[in-house]
């Protein structure tokens, strides 16, 4: 009994460090970016000595990557929520979700110093890269039985909205969508109603519009 007591406050004792070290990364990411943080930072910021980061995770990256895996599992929980109300309750928790929480999108977009592309290693981004996957998939499946799409259509529809929310996102976090006078709110429910409340013309508009873009590439 003793044994076992000793082995679960071992245990709570490092999930504490964990999340500790994660909340610390969190804000060490925000100010120095990915690439210019190191894990002296993170290590001083969680109060703890560098040695004491290797106990937990094996590298920085390792670290980025638990954060933005812990972001994509909470929002995927968001959708799946909301998946039971609809596509326009699925897509708008999305939406709400990084609305709510500016600071995962730029996480998710490795926005914390500039746009250019970002990457971690080819393990992490291929485990983070699916788990985003099953995100777009869920509301692909969603947008299907809602519009009756064939799943290749609500497929690169679901990506064309989650586009224009991530841009609305954006122009709103930066103040320009206030500036020109529209909330990004309300844009998006306009684009979901364009979707999901043309019947059939949404899905002729949707094929339409995929056969015009093939013929462009």
Same mark, same amino acid.
């Given at each position: 009994?003793?044994? *076992?007591?000793?082995?679960?406050?071992?245990?709570?004792?490092g999930? +504490?460090?964990?999340?500790?070290?994660?909340? *610390?990364?969190?804000?060490?990411?925000?100010?120095?970016?990915l690439?210019r943080? !190191?894990?002296?930072?993170?290590?001083?910021a969680?109060g703890?000595? $560098?040695?004491?980061l290797?106990?937990? +995770?094996e590298?920085?990256?390792?670290?980025?990557? $638990?954060?933005?895996?812990g972001?994509?599992?909470?929002l995927?929980?968001?959708v799946?929520a909301?998946?039971g109300?609809?596509?326009?309750a699925a897509f708008?928790?999305?939406?709400?979700?990084?609305a709510?929480?500016?600071?995962e999108?730029d996480l998710?977009?490795?926005?914390?110093?500039? !746009?250019?592309?970002?990457?971690l290693?080819?393990?992490?981004?291929?485990?983070?890269?699916?788990?985003l996957?099953a995100?777009v998939?869920?509301?692909?499946s !969603?947008l $299907?039985?809602? !519009?009756?799409?064939?799943?290749?259509?609500?497929?690169?529809e679901?990506?064309s909205?989650?586009? +224009?929310m991530v841009?609305c996102?954006i122009?709103g976090g930066?103040?320009?969508l206030?500036?020109?006078?529209?909330a990004?709110d309300?844009l998006?429910r306009?684009?979901l109603?364009d979707?999901l409340?043309?019947?059939?013309?949404?899905r002729?508009?949707v094929?339409?519009?995929g056969?015009?873009? *093939?013929?462009?590439a």
């Amino acid at each position: 009994m003793a044994t *076992a007591a000793r082995g679960r406050r071992r245990d709570e004792l490092g999930a +504490f460090k964990r999340e500790r070290i994660l909340a *610390a990364a969190r804000e060490v990411f925000a100010e120095h970016g990915l690439d210019r943080a !190191t894990l002296r930072q993170i290590a001083a910021a969680a109060g703890y000595v $560098a040695g004491t980061l290797y106990l937990h +995770f094996e590298s920085k990256e390792a670290i980025y990557g $638990a954060l933005l895996a812990g972001s994509l599992d909470r929002l995927a929980a968001a959708v799946d929520a909301a998946r039971g109300s609809g596509a326009n309750a699925a897509f708008m928790a999305f939406h709400r979700y990084y609305a709510d929480n500016a600071e995962e999108l730029d996480l998710g977009l490795y926005l914390f110093r500039g !746009t250019g592309r970002r990457g971690l290693n080819p393990g992490l981004d291929q485990e983070l890269n699916d788990r985003l996957r099953a995100v777009v998939e869920a509301l692909a499946s !969603t947008l $299907a039985t809602a !519009t009756g799409l064939p799943w290749r259509d609500a497929h690169r529809e679901t990506v064309s909205l989650a586009s +224009f929310m991530v841009g609305c996102l954006i122009m709103g976090g930066t103040g320009r969508l206030g500036m020109l006078g529209y909330a990004g709110d309300d844009l998006v429910r306009r684009r979901l109603a364009d979707v999901l409340g043309a019947g059939d013309g949404s899905r002729s508009r949707v094929r339409r519009n995929g056969d015009e873009s *093939a013929g462009e590439a």
